[in-house]
């Protein structure tokens, strides 16, 4: 079944839909929305040696001019130094600003491809089309896209909205176990900070053995996040709450190399260390750091790290945080689950706040 929301981010308005199969039917798609324009396909070689031959197929029948252009796998393709290949190659196909950029794999793509959209002739057409249960929920919709530096992740970036977002839940049955447990993180962070009802379904679908539902899920991680961004386009308010876990998720994956935790097994141990120590000071209801470690555990996400890692180390480069205010941080805690807040502490106090009790 077709469903569709509207999105209005600072008058700027734009539709996601949501089909399972809708892959099946994108060129047509594409040629009903941008007759006569051409499409440049950015995506990575492992999407690409899936698809490729599926996107030729409806490309070429729906006689559309496009260009592939594909990037290594991985956070090495989502660096500053990617975005010249990525102009040459657009320039070279002769892009103009009416025509589009289509950014199809998962979040490292979206983001990267978002970057360049952007940028490239000061912003052309931008379709995100996510193939990851991760950037359904989380990546395809606010209009935040970046770059890492060697410095951090993300530090470089823009605002700039989708004209159109496509998802096809039919994805998600073919990603392997840990992609798929890497997009869960996102989907419980969303019930830890604003939904207790599907906080709860999670639970549930685990007690029953239920893999069903994943379309209604990624729909209602959507809307929430459309609700959530419609009132605060540039992070600066209520959006902030999406950042839960992403502190010190964000120092776990600058510190230990080799991608040795990914991005989502890393924010999971960031909400659940965080939640234990906001109820260690009295300032989360107790139990709710129990609740989240079943459920992350019932989804194959680890909630600590190694008893010797040096947390004092690991969150150096929270000195580099894009939510801090001077030499304050904005930390996400859970009330309790299904209601987040902000609370502010000294970047200097950030490795007692994590081990000490108060």
Known sequence: MRQTMSVNVNSYKYTVTTETGLFFKLGQVISELYPGRKIAVITDDNVRGLYHEYLEKQMNEAEIPWKLISLLPGEVSKSFSTLPRLYTELLDFQLTRDDVILAFGGGMILDIAGFTAATFLRGVNLILFPTTLMAMVDASIGGKNGANLPEGKNMAGTFFQPDHVLIDPGFVRTLPDTVLADGMAEVIKYGCVFDPDLFSDLIARVEKGDASGMESIIYRCCLIKKQVIE???????????????????????????????????????????????????????????????????????????????????????VKRDKKRRGDKLNLILLEKIGKGYLYQIGKADYANFLTEAQ
């Open 231 to 317: 009132q605060d386009g540039r992070d600066n308010g209520i959006a902030m709450l999406l950042n839960f876990g992403h502190t010190l998720g964000h120092c776990i994956e600058d510190y230990y190399p080799d991608s040795a935790y990914t991005h989502g097994q890393a924010v999971a141990i960031g909400m659940y260390a965080t939640t234990l120590a906001g109820e260690r000071r009295g300032l989360t209801a107790p139990g709710t750091a129990e609740l989240l470690k079943k459920l992350l555990i019932s989804y194959d996400l680890p909630y600590q790290l190694p008893a010797d890692a040096d947390i004092k180390s690991i969150v150096e480069t």
